[in-house]
């Protein structure tokens, strides 16, 4: 089924801008602050690490190694 002229527009900015918002998105202390809290949710979930310090720094260290991109 083909878009319509509004939908296709849309879709070609959105694409046009998707790396510009990703630049955003991982330079915005929002987003860190998101990612942090998701990071500490995940380790407290799924990764038994005795002491809170340790859950905090193993959190810190798997958000330095995430980075947001546009796809």
């Not at 002229?5 to 202390?29: M, Y």
């Not at 690490?49 to 959190?59: K, P, R, Y």
């Not at 798997?62 to 546009?70: F, G, I, K, Q, R």
């Amino acid at each position: 089924m083909a878009l319509n002229k509004h939908d296709e527009a849309i879709r070609r900015l959105s694409t046009g801008f998707s790396g510009e918002f990703a630049e955003f998105c991982a330079g915005h202390e929002m987003m860190h602050d998101l990612m942090m809290e998701l990071a500490e949710q995940f380790v407290e979930e799924n990764i038994p690490v005795v002491s809170e310090e340790s859950q905090i720094d193993l959190a810190s260290e798997l958000l330095m190694s995430v980075t947001v991109t546009s796809v």
